[in-house]
């Protein structure tokens, strides 16, 4: 069934409508409607050890950044604004303090970064693997919230900053471990975007402010799989062109030496944390008045398919290729993730 038919199913259950409910399962946040003029914006997301992270490369500091960051990250995939977080964690018995107190001090710094604040969550000793979980709550204007189902076909298709340099810095964390850190510059901004992702929340806000966007994700999953999702949702589908996916120089330098094309890791790979969304072609100017560090990417269409145009105008069919928890097959060699 995978991991999306599963989500589905749970979907289906649910009672249908709810009164408040103007976002319920299946976006990156819920949007509850608090008042006529108050929305808030709630997430969650499990990381678990082993399956998410990998403590032999990643240290605390960083874990507790990102722990923050993908949830952030969804509620910037919203158009709004993070306020507070709590998180609750499993820790395995005899766990040193300190491995506490500097993923705290990650965790504070970024929600600091984005004037947002720990209230609250649980604490459990829990066998011999760390398990974390984080809900952030944020808000936005009611009729600012970009869902991913307002795409419609003849909206242009954008993503912020450049994709893949988070799976890479992966894949050397991984061939490396350890010895990653004595590495050269290039490896550890690599590394760095992979450990310290930047959810786009100045960005996601401006795109929500400016009324552009009709619909809008983060790319947590790969570039493949979170237009999946955009399409599904909206009932369309989409023509990305391969040589406009924006891959920054150092990916493009160092992919030779891994194991994948630079373009596979920014379509498969995923945790970037950038904002991938689309624009109706009226307002494709006033996006670009923004001044932001975006990328057209491509097209959508009428139907369901998502296709890739390779640069000799070939089409081939884009299947989601980013991690699924339950499905089988992966074409990047990572870590399980979601
Ligand atoms: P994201 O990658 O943006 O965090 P997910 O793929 O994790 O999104 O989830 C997609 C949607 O499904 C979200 O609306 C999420 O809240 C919902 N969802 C996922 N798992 C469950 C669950 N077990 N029960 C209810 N809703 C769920
Ligand atoms: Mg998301």
Not at 75 to 80: L, R, V
């Amino acid at each position: 069934m995978g991991e999306f038919g599963l989500i589905r199913r749970i979907r289906n259950m649910s009672p249908g409508k709810a009164p408040r409910v103007l976002v319920g399962i299946g976006d990156d946040a819920a949007a509850l409607k608090l008042s006529a003029q108050r929305t808030l914006l709630v997430t969650t997301d499990l990381l678990l050890e082993n399956v998410h992270f990998d403590l032999s490369y990643t240290d605390y500091y960083s874990l507790g950044w990102k722990a923050a960051a993908v949830n952030l990250s969804d509620i910037a995939a919203m158009g709004g604004r993070p306020l507070f977080c709590l998180t609750a964690l499993g820790i395995p018995r005899a766990f040193p303090i300190e491995f506490i107190q500097d993923f705290y001090r990650g965790f504070n710094d970024l929600l600091g970064e984005h004037r947002a604040f720990l209230v609250g969550g649980d604490t459990c000793s829990f066998r011999d693997r760390f398990v974390i979980s984080v809900t952030a709550i944020g808000d936005a204007k009611q009729e600012r919230i970009i869902k991913r189902s307002g795409a419609r076909p003849g909206d242009r298709i954008f993503v912020t900053g450049t994709l893949g340099d988070s799976a890479a810095g992966m894949e050397i964390l991984k061939r490396l471990g350890q010895r990653a850190k004595g590495k050269g510059k290039e490896e550890k901004e690599l590394i760095e975007r992979h450990l310290r992702p930047a959810p786009r929340l100045l960005e996601g806000r401006l795109i929500a402010a400016s009324g552009c966007a009709s619909a809008m994700i983060d790319v947590s999953d790969g570039l493949s799989s979170d237009l999946h999702h955009i399409c599904e949702e909206s009932r369309v589908g989409a023509r990305i062109v391969n040589d406009n996916i924006p891959l920054s120089a150092l990916l493009q330098a160092i992919a030779p030496r891994l194991s994948n094309k630079a373009v596979e890791y920014a379509l498969s790979g995923g945790e970037d944390y950038e904002l991938l969304f689309t624009v109706p072609q009226a307002r494709v100017a006033k996006l670009h008045a923004l001044g932001l560090a975006i990328t057209e990417i491509g097209s959508i269409v009428h139907g369901s398919a998502v296709s890739l145009l390779d640069a000799a105008g070939r089409k081939s069919m884009l299947p989601p290729k980013g991690y699924d928890h339950f499905g089988t097959g992966r074409p990047v060699k990572r870590n399980k993730r979601s």
